[in-house]
Structure formats: C-alpha cells, structure tokens
C-alpha cells in the first residue's frame, strides 16, 4: 500500500523509481540472494502531501506486518483527509480509488490462487488415492506412520495374459502399450464395482485383493470369485485395436489365507503383500488354463457362507505349489442362482 500511495505522490512508473538501480528483477534477485545490504522501504517527500498521509505511509511500511493499519483503515484515513482537504482532494481521490482497484485486484487474485490451490490439491488426493488404499492414503496426509499390519483371512486374484510375449513381439511398443492400457482400464472399471483393491500391475500380470487394508470378514472370496467371472467375461469380449481377428484369453487365479501388508519405500511408495497367500494365488493363476478360474480349495471354503452361490468342479490331479506341498484346487464355473448337490465341493 505504501508503495501504492508513493508512486501517486510522486509520479513514479513503478515503485522504487527513484532508486539508482530500480529495475524489478534485480532487486527480486537481490532479495532471493539476501545481498541487499539494507531494508528497501518507500520514501514519500513529505512537502508533497498532506502530514497524514506521509504518516500513513510510514505506517505501511513497517517492518512489523502487525503494525500495519489493514485497508479499511487506509481508506477511513484518507476519506478524513479529504472532507478536510481545502484543494478538492483530487490526489486523495486518485490514491482512494487505486486502492480500492488495488484491493479487488489483490482479492481476485486471492480468490483465483485459493482456486488453483484447492484444484491441485484434489488433482494430488486423487493421484495418492490411485496409487495406495484410501485407508492408507489419509493416514499418511495426516501425517501418520502407516505400519505393517497382519491380516488373518484374505483373497488375492492373479490374471495373466495367455500368449502375451507372442503378441508382444508381434506389435510395436506403441501397440503393446496401447493395448494393456484399455485392457487395464477395462479391468479398473470392474474392480471399481466390487469390495477390492488393485495391488499393481506389473507388464500383462494383473494382481488385486480383497479384504485389505479394510477387512470384510469371509466376503472377500465371495468378491473376488464374482470379479473374476466379471473380467473372464470382459476378456472374452475385449477386441485388440490393432489385431481385431486375434482372439484374446486370459487365465486366472484366486487363493485365500492370511498376509502381512504395509507400505514400502518413500519416494515412491507402495502398498505391497507379503506372505504365502500371495505365492500360491500367482501358482493358482500359473497353472490354471486360458480362460478359466482355479480356486484355491482354502478360496472355495470361505465361500461356505455366503449368500451368493457358485458353480465348482473339481480339478482331476493336484496342482504342485512346491516340492513340498501340493493342495486340491477347483475350478469356477459360474454363478450359481440355485444350490444343488454337484455345484457345493464336499471337503
């Protein structure tokens, strides 16, 4: 404001005219480097305005921001100085009305930053959002350590293109690139319809989860099994842009059992899973077969209790995790709108 009332006074281009070097960016650069040697501050001569307002002034440029009147009271002082003024107060009417411009111009440019401030704010929730659970996204903004946390029961779905490399090295990066991101899109909308998170994605391997970071109870293989005939289904009717005729298949795989999640890293972090749940899902998704669902049997139990039913069949021979370790698995059908006999495994 000081600054404002000096050039009117004075008749100068900008503030700081009267100085030897008064050019904007150099005295910018100066204060960026701290090597101005003393505190700028606007001079007014006082022959050249009422007292007051040489007064005024001084008060505006105060080193204390505290001690510096606020605009209503500039403008209360300079509309007494006015009705006082003998001379038509027509420099006090200029130095009103460029405060009164200066102040909705200040206004509006508040307004507009508060604007964009809020806008990029969102732009950067929404982004955290995407890359970690909300749960774990609004710990960390309010600056929460996020620790490992073990979860008893969960269900984790691997999907995995079905002749990728093959079609990969059939395309261009482009048309690889192009390719995984409507299918990935694709699948992010499905997911988006159920009680499940998308762990990462990683060239065609497709990882998400359910019953993390928000436990759910036994429903997370109800979920998962649900979402996985939802993407068999968006798979079998997915065209590739630039291979139409081709078509494309996917095989799938979900086991249930407990995990230890967390987020790792800092500059870029990520919510990770870790455990043999997560080993046996990427199993249950490499040994099953182009366009089916292998369960799990421990994925299939925790189905028991749910209302919504499905359709099983047995796999003939055991899937081997391991040189140790070898489990029954099954595969999912459909689901099932009426229970019978052969449609429930018997354990």
Known sequence: MACVMQQII?????????LPDSNPEVIL????????????????QTDMCPPEIAVLIKQCWAMNPLERPRIAQVKSVLR???????????????????????????????????LLHVAERQKTEQLLYQV????????????????????????????????????????TPFEVVD????????????????????????GDS???????PERNGDRHATELCRLSLTLLKATANFKIA?????????????????????VVGLRMPR?????????????????SLPMKIQLSENCVKCTESSVTRFAFERRDSLTVINHKLAISTYWLLRESPAVTSDSLPRF
């Open 29 to 44: 650069e100066k204060l960026r480097r701290g090597k101005l040697k003393r505190s700028l501050r606007p001079t007014a």
């Open 206 to 212: 497709y990882v998400v989860a359910s019953g993390i």
């Open 10 to 18: 004075m008749g100068l281009p900008q503030p700081f005219a009267h």
């Open 132 to 171: 970690l659970p909300r749960a774990v996204a609004e710990q960390l903004q309010r600056g929460e350590s996020v620790l490992p946390e073990s979860y008893r029961s969960c269900s984790v779905l691997n999907t995995d293109i079905v002749g990728f490399t093959a079609l990969a090295s059939a395309s």
């Open 242 to 262: 630039h291979k139409p005729e081709e078509p494309l298949q996917m095989r799938l795989g979900v086991h249930s059992g407990p995990v230890v999640a967390g």
């Open 271 to 287: 919510y990770c899973l870790f455990g043999d749940t997560v080993t046996i899902a990427a199993k249950m998704e490499s040994t």
């Open 80 to 114: 007494e100085v006015r009705r006082g003024s003998s001379e038509g107060g027509s420099i006090l009417d200029m130095l009103i009305q460029r405060m009164e411009i200066y102040t909705e111009d200040l206004e509006k440019i508040v307004q507009e930053k508060t």
């Open 179 to 202: 390719f995984l991101n409507s299918l990935y899109t694709t699948f992010d909308i499905c997911i988006s319809k159920f009680d499940a998170y998308k762990i990462e994605t990683i």
